[in-house]
């Protein structure tokens, strides 16, 4: 097994491009090689420069290395076709310009979705030709990606979003070949989603090509279901957790992992609020530590 550890920007709080709250791009890459890692995501798409002869010797100074990208945006939404097609090429452009690999796919929050995150029993469900649209914007998405960048393309489930529960995540990947389209698996989500994460990486690790690594706490997840608290209310609530202090088996999720002979990147992302009292380098130090005492190295 090799694998490596990186981080994201949305551990420093950085969801979108554009929120004022943002540290600087700069900041964030100083402080992921402060803690440690060789790796990081590029984060929403314009948050770091996409001059490459700007963020390339950035990177090389911190010795870190471009894993990968997301595109977080409305594939629920029709109307935000044209958004999404832009941040798909905006963003496959980042990566092959820095050798990165990683596409990642993410239906963003649903205002239909976001009251019932985590009650998959409650949640709206898509009629036949919305679902039917949906599925093949992400697939258009994915195709982009494979077929004009040469990059690898994951679905990544999301609290909140069309593509959150196991169901759901199941059903894409059955409409949707495998040449296209494979998993970046989220731990966290899967668990906040009411699922087990190591259950689902055992029957489909084969396709999983990527991995977020999250924890959830489990009191607040169980008082966000028992409260009906909706998603941005448990953000704030602090539903994710460092690594290993929440109901994520990460032991069990390594030995799956080396069973499987997985090779690439792992990485890490612990949502987080800027504007609460938080220590984001901190913790990025913390979640590294606690995973390379359970092995990862």
């Known amino acids: 097994m090799s694998i490596r550890i990186g981080n994201a920007p949305c551990s420093w709080g950085v969801e979108f491009a554009s929120d004022p709250r943002n540290p600087t791009w700069q900041s964030v890459l100083a402080d992921c090689a402060a803690a440690g890692y060789k790796g990081i995501e590029l984060g929403p798409v314009g948050f770091m420069p996409e001059d490459p002869a700007i963020l390339g010797p950035a990177l090389a100074e911190l010795d870190l290395q471009l894993i990968g990208g997301v595109v977080f945006r409305a594939y629920h939404d029709p109307a935000a076709w044209d958004d999404v097609l832009d941040a798909t090429h905006r963003t496959c452009k980042a990566l092959a310009a820095h050798g990165a690999r990683h596409l990642v796919l993410i239906d963003s929050i649903s205002p239909r979705r976001a009251p019932t995150a985590g009650r998959a029993g409650e949640a709206e469900q898509m009629e036949a030709a919305e679902w039917a649209s949906f599925r093949d914007r992400i697939a258009t998405s994915a195709r982009i990606g494979v077929e004009e960048y040469g990059l690898t393309v994951g679905i990544h489930a999301h609290a909140a979003g069309f593509m959150d529960f196991e169901p759901e995540l199941e059903r894409l990947l059955g409409e949707v070949d495998e040449s296209v389209l494979k998993i970046c ?14 259950a689902f990486m055992k029957r489909h690790i084969d396709r999983i090509s990527y991995m977020h690594f999250k924890d959830i706490d489990p009191q607040v997840k169980a008082r966000a279901i028992e409260n009906r608290t909706g998603f941005y209310e448990a953000c704030g609530q602090g539903i994710f957790c460092n690594l290993g202090q929440g109901d994520v088996d990460f032991p069990a999720v390594r030995q799956v992992l080396l069973d499987a002979g997985f090779n690439g990147w792992c990485t890490v992302e612990q949502d987080c609020d800027p504007t609460l009292d938080v220590r984001p380098v901190d913790d990025a130090r913390l979640n590294r530590e606690y995973l390379e005492s359970i092995g990862f190295n």
Do not use: L, N
């Open 185 to 198: 698996f989220d731990t966290g989500h899967h668990s906040y989603a009411g699922f087990d994460p190591v």
